[in-house]
């Protein structure tokens, strides 16, 4: 289940470029950019309203859309600054995922951000095949790998042997928050995007994050690259993802401060700490934005 988009710059981004791009293949109308990506993505793309109409504007605003009303309902074709605007985007959006492997980039930042390494195990949660358990592992972290998916699990340990800095194990994140089990670093991989509720998911991920602790989330970037890379299964696949406004919104309901949220690509990657008691209310402390691979 996709979750509904809060406003986000990302996204917005995304919606000026899909514009352009409708708008060069034939005359589109702008009021129906919303419904058009809804329909398209089958869901997986909601973005805010607000997001659809800053796009529709901002095309406006530029003199990209050949039309008086940057609102309308009657299609409208793009001017021929409009195309030149769309045909450097794509190319920079392009340039930029093909630069170098954003899926290594994303965790190798990740890695370093999920600091010190010291004698406290790290939990990776949905380890899938254990891509980042082992580069945290390599880093010199403990590592708890874990996965509803046994197969996943069987296949991810497989050629790593005895290792007493990584464990692999089939278990649940919400039967682990019951259990009231704590780590002081968790740490996710292309997970969210594949829940059917991200935010339950969150929660019990939270649930098992001890005050002062650091979360840190790798997934797809919902944004230009991801959608011109395809971003798994559908050109909009990506879109389940949280964007940043969405960990904005959700940061004081998690008990969260939200410190990171960065782009590689068509990879991000969201680092939070666990609020403790006289924290008051969640504030991004330092919240950054696109980085080339």
């Not at 708008?23 to 089958?42: H, K, N, T, W």
């Not at 089939?170 to 969210?192: C, F, M, N, P």
């Not at 998911?201 to 840190?216: D, F, N, V, Y």
């Amino acid at each position: 289940m996709a979750i509904k988009h809060q406003p986000s710059p990302e996204i917005r981004d995304f919606l000026v470029c899909y514009l352009l791009e409708q708008a060069s293949s034939g005359a589109f109308p702008p009021a129906q950019l919303g419904l058009e990506v809804v329909r398209r993505s089958e869901g997986d793309l909601q973005p805010a309203e607000a997001d659809v109409r800053a796009a529709q504007i901002a095309c406006w605003e530029r003199g990209w859309l050949d039309h008086e009303d940057p609102l309308t309902d009657e299609p409208v074709s793009l001017s021929p600054e409009g195309r030149l605007a769309l045909e450097r985007r794509l190319e920079a959006a392009r340039r930029q995922d093909v630069s170098a492997d954003p899926r290594e980039a994303a965790a190798d930042h990740l890695v370093s951000l999920v600091s010190p390494v010291d004698e406290s195990e790290v939990l990776d949660v949905g380890t899938g095949d254990g891509f980042l358990a082992k580069k945290l592992m390599a880093a010199g972290f403990r590592v708890l790998a874990v996965d509803t998916d046994a197969s996943a699990i069987d296949h991810a340990a497989a050629g790593c042997g005895a290792n007493a800095h990584l464990r692999f194990q089939v278990a649940d994140i919400h039967a682990l928050a019951e259990r009231g089990q704590r780590w002081s670093k968790i740490v996710t991989s292309y997970l969210l995007h594949e829940c059917e509720e991200p935010v339950g998911m969150l929660r019990s991920i939270c649930a098992c994050l001890e005050p002062g602790g650091q979360l840190a989330c790798m997934d797809f970037a919902p944004n230009c690259s991801a959608y011109l890379s395809g971003g798994g299964r559908t050109p909009f696949h990506a879109f389940r993802a949280l964007a940043q406004g969405d960990w904005e919104a959700l940061a004081p309901e998690l008990g969260l401060t939200l410190i990171e949220h960065l782009c590689f690509g068509h990879v991000s990657v969201t680092l939070a700490r666990k609020q403790v008691a006289g924290d008051g209310h969640a504030e991004i402390t330092q919240l950054q934005g696109e980085k080339s691979p």
